[in-house]
């Protein structure tokens, strides 16, 4: 018997709705607002991530005609075309071919090598900045998306106590949909916020990789055109050094 009454008195009780949707609702223009805000963040942040990833596997994938190709070539300007174009490494060719013809108007020799080291640093310089670009986006959002999600947590909590002093006690109908709300705009905050945290530092340590052998393709460009091309890194010789020698012909066998 007990159960029947329980039964009906559940089933005449006002049904509440609780979720995501329903709180959205309920907060208002100023949920939907952070939301939408949070939402901006996370699509830039995959954004961010992808284009830049693609952008730094086709730069390190381009680093290969360097090993095979470009030291081979007889000189630099034979050198630079065996790179693909609108490439980090066809540039930084390019800039040294450059800098190589106009170093002769430099009349002390010193000036000369500054003159070629330099150009070769702003066009370095120039292509961090590129593979830099974008990464600030990523900082900002993992440093204020918690903060963006912490702002609706207030204002839940703010409107959940209005609706307990307006309602004259702390019934869970009237603390449940502010309270909701609040808890959610904390978790979407997070969930944007890590992503890009994680995206940053990923594609800094792959441009710091990047920036490492940016450097040593200039300071082994650099030390080519010093040295008229007597200088040339290890990388050059170790394809030959490593194919295998051609075996001597068998002797014919001897009777007994």
Do not use: C
């Amino acid at each position: 018997m007990n159960l029947y009454l329980l039964a009906a008195a559940g089933g005449s009780a006002p049904e509440s709705k609780f979720g995501f949707v329903e709180a959205m609702r309920e907060g208002g223009p100023v949920a939907w607002s952070i939301l939408a805000v949070m939402i901006i963040m996370s699509v830039g942040s995959f954004y961010i991530l992808f284009t830049k990833l693609f952008e730094q596997n086709k730069v390190m994938k381009q680093y290969r005609a360097v090993e095979t190709q470009f030291w081979r070539a007889p000189s630099l300007k034979e050198g630079a075309t065996k790179l693909e174009k609108d490439s980090a490494w066809r540039q930084l060719a390019d800039d040294a071919v450059r800098a190589q013809d106009e170093h002769g108007k430099m009349t002390d020799s010193l000036e000369s090598h500054d003159y070629m080291h330099g150009s070769l640093q702003r066009s370095e310089d120039s292509i961090n900045a590129v593979l830099s670009g974008g990464l600030s986006f990523l900082a900002t959002v993992g440093a204020t998306a918690p903060f963006v999600g912490l702002l609706g947590t207030v204002i839940g909590i703010y409107r959940a106590l209005i609706n307990i002093g307006i309602a004259g006690n702390a019934s869970i109908d009237k603390v449940a949909g502010p309270v909701g709300e609040a808890l959610i705009m904390t978790a979407i905050g997070l969930l944007v916020a890590v992503p890009a945290v994680f995206a940053f530092n990923w594609l800094q340590s792959r441009n710091r990789r990047i920036a490492a052998l940016l450097s040593t393709f200039s300071t082994d460009l650099l030390a080519y055109m010093n040295s008229n091309g007597a200088v040339k890194p290890a990388v050059s010789t170790a394809a030959s050094a490593a194919k295998p020698a051609a075996k001597p012909a068998a002797a014919p066998a001897t009777k007994a």
